[in-house]
């Protein structure tokens, strides 16, 4: 009886710190895919219009400020729903397992997006 009451001690201890180390990559992974694809958007001039290698340049640039590795960053330029260029950003955040490194699982991996369009009146 002892045995299994450390057993399900053990399991809800990775699941509150392994679970909570998910919780916050995540977080951190959607707060920088879209603070990274607004500004993509936000520093490109309406004057001058949109260039897309500017933009992609921007955000990883923005997501590598934020401690993002630059191959955990994808960028891609798209044409949203009025026609206007939109920017999807998709992070992936890795993070040391805790707890789940007994289970074999070393790294907890997540991946958010956040998307803005270039928007602007003539």
């Known amino acids: 009886m002892l045995a299994v009451l450390v057993l399900v001690t053990l399991a809800g201890g990775g699941l509150i710190v392994d679970g909570g180390r998910a919780m916050a990559a995540r977080r951190h992974a959607a707060n920088t895919a ?48 009025l026609g206007d260029p939109e920017v999807v950003v998709t992070v992936t955040e890795r993070r040391t397992a805790v707890f789940l490194a007994l289970g074999g699982a070393d790294v907890l991996t997540v991946r958010a997006a956040g998307a803005a369009t270039f928007v602007y009146a003539t």
Not at 64 to 72: E, K, L, N, T
């Open 34 to 81: 879209e603070a990274a694809a607004r500004t993509a958007v936000a520093e490109q001039s309406i004057t001058g219009g949109f260039d897309p290698e500017v933009a992609v340049d921007l955000a990883v640039d923005h997501a590598v400020r934020s401690g993002i590795d630059p191959g955990d960053v994808d960028v891609t330029i798209r044409t949203g729903p």
